[in-house]
């Protein structure tokens, strides 16, 4: 066959001078399996190779396989003091997260690590069709097995299912999707913002890519657990993941493979006197390096919310022996106290519009990248699963007293409504939502749709279960990307045109408990006023229940205020009528206020007069 109309197979490694034996065999494993209807085009990303290994690499190269080595130094210099690196990785493990934007000249390559073998043609992996997803890879089995691990890929990572957390080190890469998703700014983005200390770069892979992974066969990436009903005949690859690696350790299943490979390279007497050196109590420590890597993900579960760092395994011991020791209740409690304290600081300094919790961080939405009026089939499967889940958690909630509510007042202002209109809400608690969408279901509009305008980092980057419904229970993310933010005001045209509705959280920031209506913020009222559609202002009011919640404080009981409409002026122009609106609006949560709780609406905030504060 003419070399020239082979289908070119392109596959990529990322190593360093200590994996190159092993990279050998894994070559070895490719070329034993390979057809000569394939070109093979194996590119080497590296940091700091030998020549002399360059040399021995380069000699494995056949008539279908051609080696390149690809120096990235140029590349990773002025990132490489953010790669956080631990144990047995290295900073080369993140080469792969730059390939769409280093080959555009390819839409799919694959990338292997080199810690396994090919049993079957890589070439039949490659043509996968993975169709529009991002990625196709197989589940990390070693996730599906550790509990701490799957709360860790749901709890932090944010899959929506556990089984969903991919393996990243067998990865057909789908550059031309990554790229239209603009990969990797996102990804220097969030390193920025947070960091994965337990799997780190696969984390980031499966945060960013959740939702556009098509699932491979499992047995193209088996990792060496010994499962019960596996035909070892149908194992196409073998990946010998964390410390199971079968030159340092005999007891590794499947070791036989790597075995029959490496005496086929230049490498086999290094690796063996590798495996001679390689002494018991560094098996052991390897072992504990495997529990200390799943008491890490236990600790990052137990401090969501916190300023997620890579920790000391000390450190962590000591943190969890700690948390085991005290009441769960008080020190949730002293959570939700710091919290008070920071809401104290905000009001007294007048920042009301500033989240006293820290916020996921926000990876920018890209255009086309939401489809806020569910034009796609897919995402009409995804709204309706997820507003199904959803009623279902709501309906949990409000049978265990999670969310209490005691009255619904005013639902003819919601019944009489004649057109589409914007509904505002004080927010001080994330299940509020809940509360409005209760009221709204209430009402005699319950067959309309009740769209909840959100942050963008609540739709890009919010974590496990909350993360799923943020972004598929018919909401709307602000997005900083001005091409996106004009998709969202069409969207937002179109939905008020159709006599639907929209729930803003004019105050903008959350504070937990806050009764107190807050300053408000122009975008809702001006979302009304150029559409000619009347603002519905809902204000939620509390009293103590006699229930006390997981976080050590009673129960809320709500009181759900839905006041009259407020409708723009025909006489008025849209910025007249912005704040018109606006401030009615604030007198209507004022007046509830007041009338609830009795007393005078007074804030703590400091006034500056005469250039000091008083």
Known sequence: MDE????????????????????????QSIIDNSSENYLYNLRILYTNISKENMSKINKLAKNNINIEFVNLNYYIDRIKDKLYTRDYYSKSTYFRLFLPNLYPQYDKILYLDSDLVLLDDVAKLYNINIKNALVGATTEETVSLTPEFRDYAERIIGVSYYKNYFNAGVLLMNLKELREFGFQEKFLYLLEKNI????????????????????????????????????????????????????????????????????????????????KNYTQEQIKEDQEKNKKLVELAEFEVQCVGYDRKPRSYSRIKNSLSNLRKKNVLIKQSEDRLAILDEIARLEKEGKFDVDAENDPPTIPIMPGEVDYLNEKLTSKLKTTVANTIGLGFLKELLRKNQLMIKEINGLENIDNLTSGAIFTCNHFNPFDVFAVETAFRSSNKKRKTLYKVIR?????????????????????PLATSPKAMEEFIRAVEKILSDNEYILIYPEQSLWWNYKKPKPLKSGAYRFAAKNNVPVVPIFITMKNSDKIGDDGFPILEYYINIDKPIYPDENLSVKENTENMKAKNFEVWKSIYENFYNIPLEYTTVKEEAGEKK
């Open 4 to 27: 020239n109309k082979k289908q070119e197979i392109p596959i990529f490694f990322a190593v360093d001078d200590g994996y190159i034996p092993f990279l050998a065999v894994t070559i």
């Open 196 to 275: 994965y200390s337990v799997a780190q770069d696969q984390d980031y892979l499966n945060r960013m890519c959740k939702g556009r992974v098509k699932y491979i066969n499992p047995m193209w990436n088996k990792s060496p657990i010994p499962r019960k009903n596996i035909n070892v005949n149908k194992i196409k690859l073998i990946h010998y993941t964390l410390a199971r690696k079968p030159w340092y350790n005999d007891a590794v299943i499947y070791s036989e493979y790597f075995w029959n490979y490496a005496k086929k390279t230049e490498f086999y007497d290094e690796i063996l006197e590798i495996k």
């Open 456 to 476: 963008e980092g609540n739709y890009t980057n919010f974590p496990g279960f909350y993360g799923y419904l943020f972004r598929n229970s018919n909401t709307l």
